[in-house]
């Protein structure tokens, strides 16, 4: 099948890395594709490195009417059947070019995020007029709130995780412990958090947290992972709350095999908007126990007392209280990472988030028609 994914963000995050999974994925399976990315922006490069076709387009409002022309011109030229958009820009600029072409792709929104829509009437346009498939990057009950919440038709909305390699991301030692690049002894417990340092990923939480679980154990180290606009605030907040050793900020890491490996205990404590991360499932994957939030899909994943604990968003308190648990007991931390490997290996590797993908594909051709 010949297809276009669009993606006009400029950050590197899971979403965007998920963006080139997909394409990467899809490539393999012998569909004919193309990447619409913004120039100079990360994913691009990344793109390029693994000779993906690339086709780079500014997407900035002042340009718009320029996109949608140019996106018109590549579509009258490559005939794709489907258009699959991820951001709002890429979003708008893609409808409205799709709709200048006969016959005309499919479009499909991949929404990352599980907060409710706008109720603005560009955003009811967008969604109720203009786009004929959404997929959510969760489970049943945000593809729920999408249709019972905010008035999309069942049949055009469509639910699951973005995949993962799961012999990548699997248990294994660490080539190089973070305990001895940071100085760490041998039995220091580490627990992390990796993302990108945005507001809805509930650092403060996490600080928060640790601050709690530091005076009570000194055998506990926390590390931070990621780069984002949030990284000053954070900084700043870990030293006005006197836990300057005992909570490491690394930074960008290109060996989060390493990262993962050296882990106890990950933590993700999203506060709004996301469905499931990415990192969430790559640490179950590796077989780590999970301690995250009730947002979104996430309870779908981290099973109450099976792969790991769920606690309401913003609590710093109920989110030390179910990470101390798991520093106190190998053996629960054993048996719920291996759980929780078991479950992507058994619903959520790649190839089963491709078939999801393809059937979707499938649908959208089979609505067309009629």
Do not use: C
């Amino acid at each position: 099948m010949n297809i276009f994914i669009s993606e006009s963000s400029t950050a590197v995050g899971g979403q965007e890395l998920a963006v080139l999974l997909h394409a990467e994925g899809l490539v393999k399976r012998g569909h004919d594709l193309r990447l619409i990315l913004e120039p100079e922006s990360p994913i691009a490069g990344m793109a390029e490195a693994k000779r993906l076709p690339v086709t780079l387009m500014s997407m900035r409002r002042s340009r718009y009417p320029k996109a949608i022309l140019e996106l018109r011109g590549l579509l009258r030229r490559h005939r794709p059947a489907i258009l699959q958009v991820n951001s709002s820009r890429d979003s708008w600029i893609g409808s409205i070019a799709a709709r200048l072409v006969r016959p005309r792709p499919g479009i499909i929104r991949i929404r990352h995020i599980s907060t409710p829509l706008n109720r603005n009437f560009t955003t009811q346009v967008l969604y109720h007029r203009l786009l004929d498939m959404v997929v959510v990057t969760g489970g049943e009950r945000t593809r729920r709130g999408l249709i019972e919440r905010d008035g999309l038709a069942a049949e055009r909305v469509a639910a699951f995780p973005i995949g993962l390699d799961v012999e990548y991301f699997r248990p294994a030692p660490a080539e190089r412990d973070l305990r001895l690049e940071l100085g760490l002894p041998k039995g220091q417990l580490l627990v992390g958090l990796i993302s990108y340092l945005r507001t809805y990923k509930g650092h403060e939480y996490f600080i928060e947290a640790a601050g709690r679980i530091a005076g009570k154990r000194e055998d506990v180290t926390f590390v931070i992972v990621g780069e984002g606009p949030e990284e000053g605030t954070i900084r700043r907040l870990i030293e006005r709350s006197g836990l300057t050793a005992r909570i490491r900020m690394l930074g960008f890491r290109p060996d989060l095999l390493n990262v993962f490996r050296s882990l106890d205990v990950f933590v993700i404590p999203s506060v709004e908007g996301d469905t499931i991360p990415q990192v969430l499932m790559q640490a179950l994957a590796m077989g780590i126990p999970v301690v995250s939030t009730t947002v979104g899909s996430i309870p779908d994943v981290v099973i109450e007392g099976e792969t790991g604990y769920v606690v309401p968003p913003r609590d710093g308190i109920a989110l030390a209280d179910r990470i101390l648990p798991l520093l106190d007991d190998a053996g629960l931390r054993a048996r719920l990472g291996a759980n929780g490997r078991a479950l992507v290996e058994r619903s959520y590797s790649i190839d089963k988030m491709l078939d999801r993908m393809e059937e979707v594909y499938q649908r959208l051709a089979r609505m067309r028609q009629t």
